[in-house]
């Protein structure tokens, strides 16, 4: 049986800047919160202290920490969400915040004028840097129906078969089906070979190599949909993630036959999946 990763993190933290992207972040944020009981921290990050408003002036300064405090209150509801703030840099800020056991989620970008916070480069870094698993979520993920499907790219690397078990624990917990993509990169070729009688079965067997990932899906204790596709592994992921709840990938991937895990192709995915990514950093990885 694969190892049982703990998939319950204490804190669920959210880059929050009051911006569009990042209201969604909350709100994914505060529905995963009720799923897994844990506690949500809205951490705002400035680069210098905001002026607080001043009672004796005349025209006191906008009050930038009553606002954004507003706006998670709004957002949260009736969820007893924490609101903090900090002054920094906001990639550094943040995940110096985090720590193995949390889970971080941020939007896709965000508004400079509060505190650059949550702009694409710093996602990026987040994602990057953070110790904990990453999910950066879109605007328009959050107003999708459920699917009841988590989807998740394999190869043959550990980070893939990490983000495999990872993938099995958020399908566990919400309850659905686990699809999970092997990509080869010669559509063409994949399309000679299976006019030439090969079966899916079998070429994924290839793709995965001598017993790197679970021969028996069924081990992973959860409905499987294993499918093998031709093309290029960013585009693939993010057409799969049109009717998927949730992408999971590892956080790098060194396959000879896809590359399908490399930095580039869940910076893709983050980018441009239309649901919300989580990324996987694995055991033991530095930052």
Same mark, same amino acid.
């Given at each position: 049986m694969p190892e049982r990763i703990p998939r319950e993190p204490q804190r669920i933290i959210v880059g929050f800047d009051g911006s569009e992207h990042a209201v969604a972040a909350l709100t994914w944020a505060i529905a995963e919160a009720r799923l897994r009981d844990a506690r949500v921290v809205a951490l705002a990050v400035f680069d210098e202290a905001p002026q607080m408003p001043k009672p004796q002036s005349l025209k006191p300064p906008p009050d930038v920490l009553g606002d954004l405090r507003a706006a998670v209150r709004a957002v949260a509801q009736d969820f007893p969400a924490i609101f903090r703030y900090g002054v920094g840099s906001p @990639?550094? $800020?943040?995940v110096n915040e985090c720590t193995a056991s949390d889970l971080l989620v941020v939007g896709s970008r965000g508004r400079n004028p509060f =505190?650059?916070? #949550? #702009?694409? %480069? *710093? %996602?990026r870094a987040c994602l990057a840097l953070a110790p904990c698993p990453v999910v950066v979520v879109r605007p328009s993920a959050v107003q999708r129906r459920p699917y009841g499907r988590i989807v998740t790219g394999v190869d043959a690397s550990? !980070? =893939?078969?990490?983000?495999?078990r990872v993938a099995a624990?958020? $399908?566990?917990?919400?309850?659905?089906?686990l699809r999970v993509i092997h990509v080869l990169p010669d559509s063409h /070729?994949?399309? #000679?070979? *299976?006019a030439a009688g090969a079966r899916p079965e079998a070429l994924a067997d290839e793709v995965r190599g001598d017993g790197a990932l679970p021969a028996n899906v069924a081990d992973l204790e959860v409905p499987v949909e294993s *499918?093998?596709?031709g093309g290029h592994p960013g585009d693939v992921l993010v057409r799969e993630s049109e009717e998927a709840d949730l992408l999971v990938l590892g956080s790098? /991937? $060194?396959? @000879?036959v896809a590359g399908l895990l490399l930095g580039s192709t869940s910076d893709y995915c983050a980018r441009h =999946? @239309?649901? !919300?990514v989580m990324i996987v950093r694995s055991a033991g990885e530095e930052p």
């Open positions: @990639a550094a $800020t943040i =505190a650059g916070l #949550l #702009l694409g %480069s *710093v %996602s550990e !980070p =893939a078969q990490r983000g495999l624990e958020e $399908t566990r917990l919400r309850g659905g089906v /070729g994949l399309q #000679l070979a *299976v *499918v093998v596709v790098r /991937g $060194t396959s @000879a =999946a @239309a649901c !919300p």
